[in-house]
């Protein structure tokens, strides 16, 4: 069963990793880690996703009081996860999360230009292009 659990003291050092050729698109687990601590004051949500006992990925979101919604900021399915359905079950479980905390009635999100996969898997949840910022896709949603 997929599910997340927060990070905590005992589980942030779990080794998860993309392949090379999606370090340009995807943040490694210690900038998920530095993030979700430069936005603590903003609720941020640190999480791992797990199969069961087995983590895949690791991904954040936090509250963006400025946009009046809530920012998905990363999503990193492990290597030897991808192509499961692991990214669509964990996106699932975070904006039901989001929907359930009920702040707010929007998230926005960003993906790196030629990051095809998170485009794709963005759209299925109803996720449209609003802007770009250089090589960044910025999408929105209504929860």
């Known amino acids: 069963m997929i599910h997340v659990e927060e990070i905590n003291v005992e589980n942030w050092r779990t080794p998860l990793n993309v392949s090379k050729a999606q ?7 210690t900038t998920i880690l530095a993030r979700a601590y430069a936005y603590r004051n903003a609720r941020s949500k640190a999480f791992l996703i797990y199969d069961d006992k087995t983590p895949v990925g690791m991904g954040l979101y936090h509250d963006e009081e ?3 919604g809530y920012i998905f900021s990363e999503l ?6 991808q192509s ?3 990214g669509k079950a964990a996106t699932k479980i975070v904006l039901d999360c989001m929907k359930n905390d ?4 929007k998230v926005l999100l960003c993906y790196i230009e030629g990051n095809d996969a998170a485009k794709a898997l963005y759209e299925k949840f109803g996720f449209i292009e609003i802007d770009r910022d250089g090589n960044e896709i910025i999408m929105e949603c209504t929860l």
């Open 23 to 29: 370090e340009l698109y995807v943040a490694n687990t």
């Open 66 to 68: 400025s946009l009046n």
């Open 76 to 81: 990193l399915i492990d290597e030897r996860f």
């Open 84 to 86: 499961k359905g692991y």
């Open 102 to 105: 009920g702040k707010y009635n």
